[in-house]
Structures are given as structure tokens and as C-alpha cells.
């Protein structure tokens, strides 16, 4: 199994990325996906989540008018639309994937940041200067 994060880079304030997490070795359509990042010096925090089915996600407040997570299983890659990028945005991002059968819909929805996810991507660098 893997999930490779990229399109990560440098962006100006104001500006935008487009990440993509790609998944082999399972089936995406089985699987809830998360977004988060560690910024340097703090701890990791959740980004945005996108459910198996349903079309259910959910983005953190400090992004969610800025940020759009969707998923696309015909080419098993879930994306991260950022927008409007400020400097507190940069660190680096990973994507992490949870078997659907794990925890209920209604589970997942509640606390998509805290589920314990089975897999996990190495991370792409987003740097955005000022």
C-alpha cells in the first residue's frame, strides 16, 4: 500500500496549490482519506477529510473557505484545493487513508481528525512566502 502526496512548492501569499494524493495497493473507494500538515515546531493538525461515499467532507475552520478536498476514484487520487494561501499555511502535508469498515459513517464524520488511520504518505513540503 501507498500513498504518495505531491504538488506541494513554493506559492506567493494569495496564491494557490493543488495537492494530489495518489493510492495503490487498495481500493480508494474503500477507504476514508484525511489531510493534515505539521508546520515546523507544532504539532500535527487535520486539514480537511473526505468520507468513502456520500460525498461527505469536512474542512478546519482557519481553511475551510480557502481549502476543498474531493476525490476522484477512477484515477484512486483524493486532491487538496488550497487557495488563497497565507504564511501560517506553510508546512508540510500528508495524506492517510482508513478502511471504511473500521468506523460508521456517522463515526467517521464525527471525528475525522482523530480516527486512527492504517496508512499513512510521506508528506509534501508547501512553502508559502509573504
Known amino acids: 500500500v501507498q500513498l504518495q502526496a505531491s504538488g506541494g512548492g513554493l506559492a506567493q501569499s494569495g496564491g494557490s496549490l493543488r495537492l494530489s494524493c495518489a493510492v495503490s495497493g487498495l481500493t480508494l473507494d474503500d477507504y476514508h482519506i484525511g489531510w493534515f500538515r505539521r508546520a515546523p515546531g507544532k504539532e500535527r493538525e487535520g486539514v480537511s477529510c473526505?468520507?468513502?461515499?456520500?460525498?461527505?467532507?469536512y474542512t478546519a475552520d482557519p481553511m475551510k473557505d480557502r481549502f476543498t478536498i474531493s476525490r476522484d476514484s477512477a484515477k484512486s487520487t483524493v486532491y487538496l484545493q488550497m487557495n488563497s494561501l497565507k504564511p501560517e499555511d506553510t508546512a508540510v502535508y500528508y495524506c492517510?487513508?482508513?478502511?471504511?469498515?473500521?468506523?460508521?459513517?456517522?463515526?467517521?464524520?464525527?471525528?475525522?481528525?482523530?480516527?486512527?488511520?492504517?496508512?499513512w504518505g510521506r508528506g509534501t513540503q508547501v512553502t508559502v512566502s509573504s
Open positions: 473526505a468520507a468513502r461515499s456520500g460525498g461527505w467532507t
Open positions: 492517510a487513508a482508513v478502511r471504511f469498515r473500521r468506523y460508521s459513517s456517522r463515526d467517521y464524520n464525527s471525528r475525522c481528525f482523530t480516527v486512527g488511520y492504517d496508512y
